[in-house]
């Protein structure tokens, strides 16, 4: 479509794309400090507000979904995933885990 332009006319919404993943870096010789300082508290940098979240959170995630690392085949990156396995609202801080290649494929763990 035409997009929104804003006032200033300067910036077209069009060209503004949320990023809904970060890659975790190989190294750090191409981070910026707020990604350093994610990293260094042990927590992933979400460039979209440019906050650190830990993973297995609903960090900046939809309702449903939380912060998961996802495999491909250039290198692990953060993304927003459905949660397949719920956590129990009476007890949020025993949740049900995702395992992979098991017949069971929920595991009750601290979150």
């Known amino acids: 479509g035409d997009g929104v332009w804003s006032i200033t006319g ?12 970060w890659r975790i870096p190989d190294n750090e010789t191409d981070l910026d400090l707020d990604e350093l300082t994610c990293l260094a508290k042990g927590q992933v940098f979400w460039p979209d507000d440019r906050q650190c979240y830990d993973l297995l959170s609903p960090g900046p995630c939809s309702s449903g979904e939380w912060l ?12 927003c995933k459905q949660r ?19 017949d069971c494929k929920c595991k009750v763990a601290l979150a």
């Open 10 to 21: 300067l910036i077209h919404t069009d060209l503004i794309k949320k990023k809904t993943s």
């Open 68 to 79: 998961a690392l996802e495999e491909d085949t250039s290198g692990d990156k953060a993304v």
């Open 84 to 102: 397949t396995c719920p956590c129990d609202p009476a007890y949020p801080e025993l949740c049900e885990v995702e395992v992979r290649d098991q």
